[in-house]
């Protein structure tokens, strides 16, 4: 399984980005899926998951401000992040939350006070 995730960049603080991570190899249909974060010097943390019924579940630092969803006809998670903070910074990153699959690269948020 591979997972290709985008969307990072630099923003101001308020600002928004929309993350994607497209999975080849299997489908985000039949997964619990997660969106991680990985700031420098901290270790890698859970800000939102989504399970295949639909329902989910946010880290209170984000709840209110982060939306996952999923296009399952494009095989894609996404993170839509509103409102975005200094303290969001990170890698970001996909993965399923069990018997987790390769990390990949991740995808790079930067936000600008």
């Known amino acids: 399984v591979q997972l290709q995730a985008s969307g990072g960049g630099l923003v101001h603080t308020g600002e928004s980005l929309r993350l994607s991570c497209a999975i080849s190899g299997d489908l985000v249909s039949a997964n619990s899926m997660g969106w991680y974060r990985q700031a420098p010097g901290k270790e890698r943390e859970e800000v939102a998951r989504?399970?295949?019924?639909?329902?989910?579940v946010y880290a209170d630092s984000v709840k209110g401000r982060f939306t996952i969803s999923s296009d399952n006809a494009k095989n894609t998670v996404y993170l839509q992040m509103n409102s975005l903070k200094p303290t969001d910074a990170g890698i970001y990153y996909c993965n399923r939350l069990m018997a987790q699959w390769d990390w990949g690269q991740g995808t790079q948020v930067t936000v600008s006070s």
């Open positions: 989504m399970h295949p019924i639909g329902s989910t």
